[in-house]
T-cell receptor, first 115, second 116 residues
Framework: GDSVTQMEGPVTLSEEAFLTINCTYT??????LFWYVQYPGEGLQLLLK?????DKGSNKGFEATYRKETTSFHLEKGSVQVSDSAVYFC??????????????FGTGTRLLVSP | GAGVSQSPRYKVAKRGQDVALRCDPI?????LFWYQQALGQGPEFLTY????????KSGLPSDRFFAERPEGSVSTLKIQRTQQEDSAVYLC??????????????FGEGSRLTVL
């Protein structure tokens, strides 16, 4: 079945450091890929998405490129801020396999940014 | 507020008790989802409603789990005869369109259930 694998956390960085959070996926169809973020005390919210191969999603300085050849969707940011401290979830939707209603999530990666 | 609201935020139940978790989606949102998030894991799909119709309940782990959305707005997730493995955060999400067609779900903060 479909699955998403993320790097384990926590990822601990100093402010202004470069961030990469790795995400790889397994899917039988042609999935859309997403990054969700959960800030402390809040619900998950969509950060960015990409719907086909080679698409780049971007938002709030974060970027991720849909790489079909490596089945990856790594999240990057050039300069993190303390306010980026949160848990980041990679997810996919595979309509051909599981329909339009279901998102499959990874286990989440906690990011801690210190001043 | 205008977001998805869940109650109670925390629930402690003794094994064997029944619990009911409530979700108020964003007004006007057609689709409603329930996810279960165990400690250290990502959210896992439980069930999906389009208006009042439960179109997918493939993720419900057993017949002790029951969800309803009778008027196409508020939803309740009921767990009968709770067991320790039911301990988790139960997340509700809604979206304005059909299913997760845009991939953007609006999540509540969750209801944390602890079964002793």
């Amino acid at each position: 079945g479909d699955s998403v694998t993320q790097m384990e956390g926590p990822v601990t960085l100093s402010e202004e450091a470069f961030l990469t959070i790795n995400c790889t996926y397994t899917a039988t169809g042609y999935p859309s890929l997403f990054w969700y973020v959960q800030y402390p005390g809040e619900g998950l919210q969509l950060l960015l998405k990409a719907t086909k191969a080679d698409d780049k999603g971007s938002n709030k300085g974060f970027e991720a490129t849909y790489r079909k050849e490596t089945t990856s969707f790594h999240l990057e940011k050039g300069s993190v801020q303390v306010s980026d401290s949160a848990v980041y979830f990679c997810a996919l939707r595979d309509p051909m396999n599981t329909g339009f209603q279901k998102l499959v999530f990874g286990t989440g990666t906690r990011l801690l940014v210190s001043p | 507020g205008a977001g998805v609201s869940q109650s109670p935020r925390y629930k402690v139940a003794k094994r064997g008790q029944d619990v009911a978790l409530r979700c108020d989606p964003i007004s006007g949102h057609v689709s409603l989802f329930w996810y279960q998030q165990a400690l250290g894991q990502g959210p896992e799909f439980l069930t999906y409603f389009q208006n009042e119709a439960q179109l997918d309940k493939s993720g419900l782990p057993s017949d002790r789990f029951f969800a309803e959305r009778p008027e196409g707005s508020v939803s309740t997730l009921k767990i009968q005869r709770t067991q320790q493995e039911d301990s988790a955060v139960y997340l509700c999400a809604s979206s304005p369109g059909q299913g997760a067609s845009t991939g953007e779900l609006f999540f509540g903060e969750g209801s944390r259930l602890t079964v002793l």
